[in-house]
């Protein structure tokens, strides 16, 4: 499936597939795409962020206003779009105070996450959670290193539970911190080292993996952000937190096929990013339109 032109940045562009549609955020935009069907649909706004509901099978587009941190007085509205049922954009009721969101998101069992600082004297760092059926909206306190690293932080899944992947700035090759939510009630989390073995260290380096999620099996999975400029295998490492193993999948015909790289227009010594979609299944849902 061929998308249209769109300019993505490094550390804001991802992919997500949420129920076998795939949502494809850059700055400033989401195009919700169905490889099945080839059916795209592009949608702009300044914060916006899209969740599923597996009870009503229902896709929903959250927005705001980020420029409320003009005013620190000032409840924060949202409104929604539920894709398909050709009313557009609603205000929802629920409000909050002001935020000012600086993280990419992630949707997990029914429920949106993403990281902010609330707009206090103290700025206290924050999980905001949408339920996209309820479309209630709630804060969870975050650990500050969760969100240190603002739109390069990694939220996953992992054994159902939210998590987030830390690097380690002084041992990038070497390990990570992972940090669970495992009270959203009482917002408490907690902290595993995972440590790579050195015989991987070679694969890896500072920027240059991603961390789509973990499979079911519970392993999480790395991959490079970047195909290599020469022509070199392509692997996918799959990490065992209990065990500290970790195996890697040769994936063929990508980052070793001079073919995938002519029918994709890749150029000789062009960056050519990589994201994964582990989750994908495949769908024949149709979005109405128009849909605003």
């Known amino acids: 499936m061929a998308l249209p032109a769109v300019s993505f940045s490094f550390y804001s562009g991802s992919c997500a597939s949420l129920h076998g549609i795939l949502a494809v955020e850059t700055e400033g935009q989401l ?3 169905n490889p099945s069907t080839e059916q795209v649909v ?3 706004s300044d914060c916006i962020f899209v969740g599923y509901d597996p009870i009503d099978d229902q896709y929903k587009v959250l927005s705001w206003d980020n420029k409320i941190w003009e005013d620190p007085n000032a409840h924060l509205k949202h409104k929604v779009l539920t894709l398909g049922d050709g009313q557009g954009w609603r205000h929802i009721k629920n409000t909050t105070l002001p935020y000012m969101a600086i993280s990419p998101n992630v949707c ?3 429920f949106l996450y993403y990281g902010a600082y609330c707009l206090t004297q103290t700025r206290d760092p924050v999980m905001v959670c949408f339920d996209v059926r309820s479309e209630k909206l709630s804060f969870i306190k975050a650990p500050l290193v969760v969100l240190q690293w603002g739109k390069e932080a990694v939220f996953i899944e992992y054994k ?3 998590a987030s992947i830390v690097g380690n ?3 990038a090759v070497s390990s990570f911190d992972l940090w669970i939510l495992e009270d959203v009630e009482k917002h408490e989390w907690s902290k595993q080292i995972c440590v790579f073995p050195i015989s991987v260290w070679g694969f890896f380096y500072l920027g240059g993996m991603s961390f789509p999620g973990t499979n079911r099996a519970g392993e999480i999975i790395m991959a490079p952000s970047l195909l290599s400029v020469n022509l070199q295998p392509f692997y ?3 990490y065992n937190v209990e065990t500290k193993n970790i195996r890697r999948v040769r994936l063929l015909g990508i980052g070793d096929s001079e073919e995938f790289r002519r029918s ?3 150029e000789e010594h062009a960056k050519a990013f990589v994201n994964i979609a582990h989750q994908h299944v495949e769908s024949i849902a149709f ?5 605003i």
């Open 42 to 44: 592009k949608l702009t």
């Open 108 to 110: 997990i069992n029914g």
């Open 31 to 33: 195009m919700m795409c």
């Open 236 to 238: 996918i490492f799959y």
């Open 264 to 266: 994709y227009g890749f």
């Open 160 to 162: 159902g539970k939210l």
């Open 287 to 291: 979005f109405k339109d128009p849909l």
């Open 169 to 171: 700035p002084y041992g």
